[in-house]
């Protein structure tokens, strides 16, 4: 069912009795340690966008443009920077403010955070949530970017329990870091002052992750702190098919337990390993890498556009050779297909999966990763471009078994029929060269078509 953004508020008030705070719901761990639940025990699927210079670039006309776009198509976080990557803290927002007083983390400047005010509550009356990084990484470890470096463990704990209390009533998720790692005692100690600061300011009421640079994982630093309570990996730009399942599988193996994600995928439209000669992800690219690490064990996944997280338009200057301005951008197809991702994991029991390769017998075609999981009742078996694949459901609940092949390009589902689950079975691909979710069901839960939802999504 495809829902306007207006149409889609109408139906969550009226499932949430008109009482709009809902919205604002705190998030936890789910008891399995593998998911994210809402404080009702709603499970709670991340779908990120990374529009890391939100607040620092966009008017509150165009953030407003921009967010509606993101609430209609499904996506339930915005991945956005307080002290912003270009330039932030001495390039005005576009009313002329900076976010300090004489870049002082202990001075905020009133006037910009009521524009961040208003972007934050914006994103809560669109039903999603704000992933708020308080700064880029530069402003503590600057190995490149602008900088300068102005956090001391002190004011960073400052800074944090500002932010913290401002914010603490909204529906907020901390992303600390901001592509950098700590590498020195100093950085490791701003970031736990932060942390504690941010947890003092809004009375540990909402959660806390680290963003790390390319190719690093927020455990390799913080998995034993208590304060992380989900760790995120940054698979990054630098190839095409990044194993970003293994990146995944390794945070799944971790002790103490901790869900875990992609925070920061290839890009839609961006340069493979930043040059244009290499050609440039498109959409196919975006959905690998989702489905890749949606079926090795992650909470969600974060999408994102190489115009969009700098806001990039004529005038300004590309980043990385952007090329595409970020109001056009906002209907690559990738983001669109995002959305047919969440509905089809929104129409299982997506907590309840267990990664299991063991689920695929035998494939024919292209030798790329196929990823599968399964819970109690039903299974998901993701083939990059297989043309066919042979598979063992005996794992699943039910004498009998539904099969579909769901198409990860539209959201539309092809019923294979019914099935003895006595056997393993081979299914061809409808179309070999593309990709494919096989997706199998015991046939007596009475499952809906895969993908198909019965309200709007934000809700």
């Given at each position: 069912?495809?829902?306007t953004?207006?149409?889609?508020l109408?139906?969550?008030?009226?499932?949430?009795?008109?009482?709009t705070?809902l919205?604002?719901?705190?998030?936890?761990?789910?008891d399995?340690?593998?998911?994210?639940?809402?404080e009702?025990g709603?499970?709670?699927?991340?779908?990120?966008?990374t529009?890391w210079?939100?607040?620092h670039?966009?008017?509150r006309e165009?953030a407003?443009?921009?967010l509606e776009?993101?609430a209609?198509?499904?996506?339930?976080?915005i991945?956005a920077?307080?002290l912003?990557?270009?330039?932030g803290l001495n390039t005005?927002?576009?009313?002329?403010?900076?976010?300090?007083?004489?870049?002082d983390p202990?001075q905020?400047n009133?006037?910009?955070?009521?524009h961040?005010?208003?972007?934050v509550d914006?994103?809560?009356?669109l039903g999603?949530y704000i992933g708020m990084?308080?700064?880029?990484?530069d402003?503590f470890?600057?190995?490149w970017?602008?900088?300068?470096?102005?956090?001391t463990?002190?004011n960073?704990?400052?800074?944090?329990?500002?932010?913290?209390?401002r914010y603490?009533?909204?529906p907020i998720?901390?992303?600390?870091g901001?592509?950098r790692?700590?590498?020195?005692?100093?950085?490791?100690?701003?970031?736990?002052a932060m942390?504690?600061?941010?947890?003092?300011?809004?009375?540990?009421?909402?959660?806390m992750?680290?963003?790390p640079?390319?190719?690093?994982?927020?455990?390799?630093?913080f998995?034993?702190?208590e304060?992380l309570?989900?760790?995120?990996?940054q698979?990054?730009?630098?190839?095409?098919?990044?194993?970003?399942?293994?990146?995944?599988?390794h945070?799944?193996?971790?002790?103490?337990v901790?869900p875990?994600l992609?925070g920061?995928?290839?890009?839609?439209?961006?340069?493979?390993?930043?040059?244009p000669?290499n050609?440039w992800?498109?959409?196919a690219d975006?959905?690998q890498a989702?489905y890749?690490?949606m079926?090795?064990?992650?909470?969600?996944?974060?999408?994102g556009d190489?115009?969009?997280?700098?806001?990039?338009q004529?005038?300004?200057?590309?980043?990385s050779?952007?090329?595409t301005?970020w109001k056009?951008?906002?209907?690559?197809p990738g983001?669109?297909?995002?959305?047919?991702?969440r509905?089809?994991?929104?129409s299982?029991?997506f907590?309840e999966l267990?990664?299991?390769?063991?689920?695929?017998?035998?494939?024919e075609?292209?030798?790329r990763h196929?990823a599968?999981?399964r819970?109690?009742?039903?299974?998901?078996?993701?083939?990059p471009?297989?043309?066919?694949?042979?598979?063992?459901?005996?794992?699943?609940?039910?004498?009998?078994?539904?099969?579909?092949?769901?198409?990860?390009r539209?959201?539309d589902?092809?019923?294979l029929?019914?099935?003895?689950n006595n056997d393993s079975?081979t299914?061809r691909?409808?179309i070999?060269?593309?990709?494919?979710?096989?997706?199998?069901?015991?046939?007596n839960?009475?499952?809906?078509t895969p993908?198909?939802?019965?309200f709007?999504?934000n809700?």
């Open positions: 069912m495809k829902c953004t207006t149409l889609r109408l139906l969550y008030m009226l499932l949430a009795g008109m009482n705070s919205l604002a719901q705190s998030l936890k761990v789910s399995n340690k593998r998911y994210l639940i809402k009702d709603t499970p709670f699927f991340w779908l990120g966008d529009a210079e939100l607040f670039r966009l008017d165009e407003t443009m921009y776009d993101r209609d198509k499904g996506f339930t976080v991945q920077v307080v912003a990557e270009l330039d005005p927002n576009p009313y002329g403010d900076s976010p300090l007083i004489n870049n202990t905020p009133e006037a910009y955070f009521e961040v005010d208003f972007i914006k994103a809560e009356d999603m990084l308080p700064t880029w990484g402003k470890n600057k190995r970017g602008v900088g300068p470096e102005v956090f463990p002190e960073a704990r400052t800074y944090g329990e500002f932010l913290g209390e603490k009533d909204k998720i901390w992303i600390l901001g592509d790692i700590p590498e020195e005692e100093e950085d490791f100690a701003i970031i736990r942390a504690e600061g941010l947890a003092n300011g809004d009375e540990d009421t909402h959660l992750t680290y963003h640079m390319g190719g690093r994982h927020s455990s390799e630093f998995h034993e702190d304060w309570d989900f760790n995120m990996y698979s990054g730009h630098g190839q095409k098919n990044t194993p970003n399942y293994e990146m995944t599988a945070n799944y193996q971790l002790e103490p901790k875990n992609d920061e995928p290839n890009y839609e439209d961006h340069p493979i390993n930043w040059k000669e050609g992800f498109d959409d975006v959905r989702a890749w690490s079926l090795s064990g992650a909470l969600g996944h974060t999408y190489h115009n969009i997280w700098q806001m990039w004529e005038g300004r200057e590309p980043i050779s952007a090329r301005p056009e951008a906002i209907d690559h983001s669109q297909q995002m959305e047919y991702m509905q089809l994991f929104e299982r029991n907590t267990i990664p299991d390769p063991s689920l695929v017998v035998n494939a075609g292209e030798d196929i599968a999981a819970g109690s009742d039903f299974m998901m078996v993701y083939l471009a297989n043309s066919s694949v042979e598979v063992d459901a005996q794992k699943l609940s039910g004498k009998r078994i539904n099969a579909w092949w769901f198409d990860p539209t959201g589902s092809v019923s029929g019914k099935f003895k079975y299914f691909t409808p070999a060269t593309k990709d494919w979710v096989l997706v199998i069901d015991d046939a839960k009475a499952y809906t993908g198909e939802m019965l709007g999504m809700k």
